[in-house]
């Protein structure tokens, strides 16, 4: 039953995952940091900025996109010159495509990470999530990303921690209407863009580990709310249809992400991100970029 239940958990979670993370209100909730540690002090005068080739949509005229918009720039502003060069590429980098669910220690991702960052730089990055991001998708990236990872961190500190995440950004929000982010790390990969008056956040990954248990005398339970969708589910079936439906395999070797692990070629690196925009009509409906109301 415990098989049973985990894998169809799973796939009702990726099914919900645009629907989960889509806010687009005017959800005025807050976050707090959790790094003790300034750590962006280069200050300098110069200046970096993208030379992109690009064909960029126009900035949007939408009131949601453009918080968001002006959310981003002032964090890309907030960071140090060396920080924002070694976090930013242009739109159609393959870095968009490099991301994992495997552990990020080692320094194995691009962009920059939630340890380069000052608490204020910190919580102006996770103001941003929660502009992108419902109450209740917020919440699982905070129990995945923070309480989650900060069990894991008690376990073994060298490979999982809360700073190993990162953070790569994509096109210059300053100047453009066609820009986005990346969000990167253990078991928490989500992908933002923004084209014009459309945001998509696909491809998506929320996974946990531990699922549920207690960290600084906070409870999570991270996938709560789908595993009772699958064992609703699964109590609806009958013996034919679990027959059909259920899968005994026992592995655990799940790894997800565009290639085998992070950092190898991408087999899909031939596929520009604004082609895949300029063609959303074609994919999938699930998977459509979403226009805010």
């Known amino acids: 039953m415990k098989t049973i239940t985990k894998y169809l958990s799973l796939f009702l979670l990726l099914f919900a995952l645009t ?27 110069d200046t970096f900025a993208l030379d992109c080739s690009t064909e960029d949509a126009a900035q949007s005229t939408n009131g949601e996109i453009e918080t968001m918009r002006l959310a981003m720039v002032d964090f890309r502003n907030s960071l140090s010159t060396s920080l924002l060069e070694e976090g930013s590429v242009c739109l159609d980098d393959e870095r968009f495509y490099l991301w994992h669910n495997t552990p990020a220690n080692n320094g194995n991702r691009d962009g920059i990470t939630y340890g380069d960052l000052s608490d204020e730089q910190l919580t102006a990055f996770k103001n941003i999530l929660q502009l992108f991001l419902s109450t209740g998708g917020y919440q699982k990236v905070y129990e995945i990303t923070e309480l989650s990872e900060g069990w894991l961190n008690n376990v073994m500190s060298s490979v999982w921690n809360t700073d190993f995440y990162s953070i790569d950004m994509f096109g210059d929000p300053e100047t453009s209407g066609s820009w986005g982010f990346q969000l990167d790390g253990h078991h928490c990969v989500i992908n933002f863009l923004v084209d014009g008056d459309n945001v998509s956040m696909v491809p998506a990954f929320l996974g946990g580990e531990p699922a549920s248990d207690t960290w600084n005398g906070e409870d999570f339970d991270i996938f709560s709310d789908e595993r009772d969708l699958a064992i609703t589910l699964y109590n609806s079936l009958d013996t034919d249809e679990i027959s059909a439906a259920v899968t005994t395999s026992s592995s655990h070797s799940l790894e997800v992400g565009p290639a085998d692990m992070n950092g190898d070629p991408d087999p899909y690196r031939e596929i520009m991100i604004i082609q895949v925009l300029q063609r959303a009509s074609n994919i999938p409906k699930c998977l459509r970029l979403r226009k805010p109301t």
């Open 19 to 45: 629907t989960t993370f889509v806010q687009c209100s005017n959800d005025s909730s807050t976050t707090e940091s959790t790094t003790d540690d300034t750590t962006d002090d280069d200050s300098t005068d």
